[in-house]
């Protein structure tokens, strides 16, 4: 891997940077909404999505998938059997087909990437001398890396496009049973293996120069010293087997089952398994994205509580120890108010759907705000 660098030396006077602590006022106030937004909007679709497989897993009904009963037309149901096909997907592009579910190609390019990093030194007086160091390094990427916006262009530019990209070739029909699979379930199924290429494959002539390995196509002059914008290309193919499902049966073929909730239940995992384990599976799923999400829109709002405080710490940087003091204050004080506000917010959109829980949240709020004052009566003692 090569790799090159330089830095730049900016400096920010103390009334640059109250400045723009004001102005991020305005974007502290515009994260805290969009924190507030997300977690409520989270809380709602948590609770729609456990409803919705709750549902399902009472109205879920297990058939064979050897033959369509007609009786179960529109009913959610659970099957397990082998996934086939006739078909033979193929990438006409390359010259490459194989009896499979699915066949994938797989397309990187070496190109330039830039890094950048910052050290901020706060200077007497609440200036500031930052030093940005940008680092240049190839590597193999699977998407362009655009260089139009480097900081340093020259030597360091990448083809706009690639010649080839990845692509994905479905088989059609993909059947289990007497029943037909959708693409897009037919793209739930996993279990890619690597395809080597054929003994007697011969790389098309519109390729141009390049290197075939057993696992891999090299598209340029020097595999061992690989130049911007050479490509590596290799295949993957998904085969055929067993899969388990859990959707509604329409005719010959399987759609999305949509509950009185008002969400919808297409699960599909590959291997045989009961329709309670799909369920238990994708309600873990659903805690996982969740607490994920709640994550998410604590950390928006520690930051936008954090910005909304920063015209403080900016004020005392002019003697830098006790600015740094006064901003651990404030990422304190932002940490609490993140709790405060975090779960007032989950409490409240969980009133309509758990009330119980919601009473329970609020109560915390409550404790940690009486916690909070308490502190501060005695610290004026």
Known sequence: ??????????????????????????????????SIVLLSWNEGRAVKRYKTLKEGAGAVVSIDSAQVDPSREGQLVH??????????????????????????????????????????????????????????????????????????????RNPA???????????????????????????????????????????PSHIGESHLSPTELYIGKDPANPAIG?????????????????????????????????????????????ADAMIQVAQDNNKIMTWALRAGGLLLMFIGFNLLMGPLSVLADVVPFIGNIVGIGTAIVAMMLTAIAGLITIAVAWIVFRPVLAISLLLISGGVIYMIFKQAKSAKA
């Open 1 to 34: 891997m090569a790799a090159d660098s330089f830095s730049e030396i900016s400096s920010n006077s103390w009334f640059s940077r109250i400045a723009s602590s004001f102005k991020g006022i305005l974007t502290g106030i515009l994260l805290i909404i969009v």
């Open 79 to 156: 099957t397990s059997g082998t996934a086939v096909t006739t078909d033979t997907p193929s990438d006409s592009e390359f010259g490459i087909s194989t009896h499979a579910l699915k066949l994938t190609r797989q397309v990187e390019m070496y190109q330039w990437k830039e890094s950048k990093s910052k050290d901020t030194q706060k200077k007497l007086g609440g200036s500031t001398e930052t030093v940005t160091t940008y680092k240049y390094t190839k590597e193999w990427n699977t998407r362009p890396v655009r260089s139009d916006n480097f900081q340093e262009l020259e030597g360091h």
């Open 161 to 203: 496009e690639m010649r080839f990209t990845n692509s994905s070739f479905k088989a059609s029909p993909v059947t289990v049973g007497g029943f037909t699979l959708t693409p897009s379930q037919v793209d739930m199924i996993g279990g890619a293996q690597a395809l080597p290429f054929p003994s007697d494959y011969k790389v």
């Open 230 to 274: 050479d490509l590596k290309v290799s295949f993957a193919m998904v085969p055929e087997q067993s899969i388990s499902l859990v959707a509604a049966q329409v005719q010959d073929s399987f759609q999305p089952y949509r509950t009185k909730v008002g969400g919808t239940i297409n699960l599909l995992q590959s291997g045989t398994y009961s």
